[in-house]
């Protein structure tokens, strides 16, 4: 059980339908730790840059542009197995698929419009928050509420 950091990142389509509260309050009240906040235009290089091992694939153009058309949030999260239980409660990658509960489950319906990103290993949890802020937009600080969080 390793403290790992996670990039998580809501979507235009997210931040245009009033997702971000409801979407901020999943991590925050299972316990995780938000290290870094941010409203955020995704310029096209950034986009490509997140994205770059999805280049070849068809749908890389679409998704450059859903990415880029309006206000991302910028999270990272810190936490015990935060990185695979982010995955857990954002849902399969098609929303159709996505188990009810989920954020993609109970918000989404196409793997167009799916809400939001969560970094797939610990590596790249570490790799993306680096790549999407600087390191004066992040804040290490203790939450009180550790020690009725773990024993
Ligand atoms: P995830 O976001 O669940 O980690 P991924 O890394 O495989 O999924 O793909 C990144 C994003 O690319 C995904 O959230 C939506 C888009 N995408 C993936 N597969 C797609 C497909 N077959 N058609 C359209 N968009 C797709
Ligand atoms: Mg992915």
């Given at each position: 059980?390793?403290?790992?950091?996670?990039?998580?990142?809501?979507?235009?389509?997210?931040?245009?339908?009033?997702?971000?509260?409801?979407?901020?309050?999943k991590f925050e009240r299972k316990g995780f730790?938000?290290?870094?906040?941010?409203?955020?235009?995704?310029?096209?290089?950034?986009?490509?840059?997140?994205?770059?091992?999805?280049?070849?694939?068809?749908?890389?153009?679409?998704?450059?542009?859903?990415?880029?058309?309006?206000?991302?949030?910028?999270?990272?999260?810190?936490?015990?197995?935060?990185?695979?239980?982010?995955?857990?409660?954002?849902?399969?990658?098609?929303?159709?698929?996505?188990?009810p509960g989920t954020i993609r489950g109970d918000?989404?319906?196409?793997?167009?419009?799916?809400?939001?990103?969560?970094?797939?290993?610990?590596?790249?949890?570490?790799?993306?928050?680096?790549?999407?802020?600087?390191?004066?937009?992040?804040?290490?600080?203790?939450?009180?509420?550790?020690?009725?969080?773990?024993?």
């Amino acid at each position: 059980e390793e403290v790992e950091q996670t990039y998580i990142m809501i979507k235009p389509d997210g931040v245009q339908r009033g997702l971000v509260g409801e979407i901020i309050s999943k991590f925050e009240r299972k316990g995780f730790k938000l290290t870094g906040l941010k409203l955020f235009q995704c310029p096209k290089e950034l986009a490509e840059e997140h994205y770059k091992d999805l280049q070849s694939k068809p749908f890389f153009p679409k998704l450059i542009d859903y990415i880029t058309s309006g206000p991302v949030v910028c999270m990272g999260w810190e936490g015990v197995g935060v990185v695979a239980s982010a995955r857990k409660l954002i849902g399969a990658t098609n929303p159709l698929n996505a188990e009810p509960g989920t954020i993609r489950g109970d918000l989404a319906v196409q793997t167009g419009r799916n809400v939001v990103h969560g970094s797939d290993s610990p590596d790249n949890g570490k790799h993306e928050i680096a790549l999407w802020f600087k390191e004066d937009e992040l804040c290490a600080w203790a939450a009180v509420q550790e020690p009725w969080l773990m024993e």
